[in-house]
T-cell receptor
Framework: DTGVSQDPRHKITKRGQNVTFRCDPISEHNRLYWYRQTLGQGPEFLTYFQNEAQLEKSRLLSDRFSAERPKGSFSTLEIQRTEQGDSAMYLC????????????FGPGTRLTVL | ELKVEQNPLFLSMQEGKNYTIYCNYSTTSDRLYWYRQDPGKSLESLFVLLSNGAVKQEGRLMASLDTKARLSTLHITAAVHDLSATYFCAVDSRDSNYQLIWGAGTKLIIKP
């Protein structure tokens, strides 16, 4: 068990560009969550998957954001036409369906939009 | 609106002292979670409190839950520098579709 991994760890992009982040959950975990965290704040829920099904999306997740988990294993989060307000740490977490909120977090991807 | 409020938001203390961080929440919930985050790092689960009166201890940290008061405390005993971090509490409830609602975090600095 190597824990939750995320790639890349840091991303700097220019406003208007598209970015994609990847998350690999703990292998036996069937739930996968995406959060956004800005400086001095707690994580904000974005969306979660149970296996390959995306079961809930926060209203924070504008139509520029899309997440997939095509085979129920790794997940990607894409942000289109990035804006400076998208600059944040994007955290991925995973859990077992029987203990959904005992979540294990990855190291995060820090996005800076110039 | 569902709210989780932590108090204080910032705490600077000397090694060897005791202190308590408070987490109040506005929704009905029987489950509360404490996490630790080091600067630039991700979140590490510390405690999961699943019922009224639950108390858990790990080393110098002890967490408790009073669901009637909608209050959890994280008590630090004889603080050491290694405990410097930001501590978050979170709750889930039917009102939040069982998604975690997070406090803003308490940044704890322990001076040698």
């Amino acid at each position: 068990d190597t824990g939750v991994s995320q790639d890349p760890r840091h991303k700097i992009t220019k406003r208007g560009q598209n970015v994609t982040f990847r998350c690999d959950p703990i292998s036996e975990h069937n739930r996968l969550y995406w959060y956004r965290q800005t400086l001095g704040q707690g994580p904000e829920f974005l969306t979660y998957f149970q296996n390959e099904a995306q079961l809930e999306k926060s209203r924070l997740l504008s139509d520029r954001f899309s997440a997939e988990r095509p085979k129920g294993s790794f997940s990607t989060l894409e942000i289109q036409r990035t804006e400076q307000g998208d600059s944040a740490m994007y955290l991925c977490a995973s859990s077992r369906a029987m203990a959904p909120n005992e979540q294990f977090f990855g190291p995060g991807t820090r996005l800076t939009v110039l | 609106e569902l709210k989780v409020e932590q108090n204080p938001l910032f705490l600077s203390m000397q090694e060897g002292k005791n202190y308590t961080i408070y987490c109040n929440y506005s929704t009905t919930s029987d489950r509360l979670y404490w996490y630790r985050q080091d600067p630039g790092k991700s979140l590490e689960s510390l405690f999961v409190l699943l019922s009224n009166g639950a108390v858990k201890q790990e080393g110098r940290l002890m967490a408790s839950l009073d669901t009637k008061a909608r209050l959890s405390t994280l008590h630090i005993t004889a603080a050491v520098h290694d405990l410097s971090a930001t501590y978050f509490c979170a709750v889930d409830s039917r009102d939040s579709n069982y998604q975690l609602i997070w406090g803003a975090g308490t940044k704890l600095i322990i001076k040698p």
